[in-house]
């Protein structure tokens, strides 16, 4: 199994404020479900709270220290070591792949874990609150696609 992150950042590193996106890009969003779906999907609780719902055609993994909480449709854990193991039950194949989505907290938890990251650079400037970590190790681009307001690439670990 690969751990794979997606992520849009401002030029800061910017992702999030008061628990929303800072930005609406279509095509971003498009990619995104381009990329994620039929594969299992990471994210902290206020990620999920921030979309409100299960993802569609995907295997939703919520890590949160709250053990009282449970949603349907959702595999709550709270151990984070335990989100390879749910998705290796989702998807075995050798091609499988843990899509880590946010938020801040679960960047950096799984970033020393993650060998690929689909990032999209967004030109923004305002306020945020939450972060992408810096990148740890050596990363090389392997893809790269610019569109209106955004720069796509595909990165990996050396």
Request: glycine content about 6%; hydrophobic content about 35%.
């Amino acid at each position: 199994m690969i751990v794979s992150m997606v992520v849009a950042i401002g030029p800061k590193r910017e992702i999030g404020y008061n628990n929303k996106l800072l930005w609406h890009l279509p095509e971003d969003l498009k990619n995104f479900k381009k990329i994620t779906t039929g594969k299992a999907i990471l994210m902290g609780r206020k990620t999920f709270e921030s979309i409100g719902k299960p993802l569609p055609n995907r295997k939703n993994i919520v890590l949160t220290r709250d053990e009282s909480y449970a949603v349907e449709g959702v595999t709550v854990i709270h151990d984070p070591m335990m989100a390879f193991d749910v998705a290796l039950e989702y998807d075995d194949s050798d091609e499988s792949e843990l899509m880590v989505i946010g938020g801040e907290e679960i960047f950096k938890i799984y970033l020393p874990y993650t060998q690929k990251i689909y990032l999209s650079e967004v030109d923004y400037t305002g306020p945020a609150d939450t972060y992408f970590p810096e990148l740890d190790g050596e990363w090389k681009e392997i893809e790269s696609k610019q569109f209106e307001g955004f720069r796509y690439k595909i990165i990996e670990r050396v």
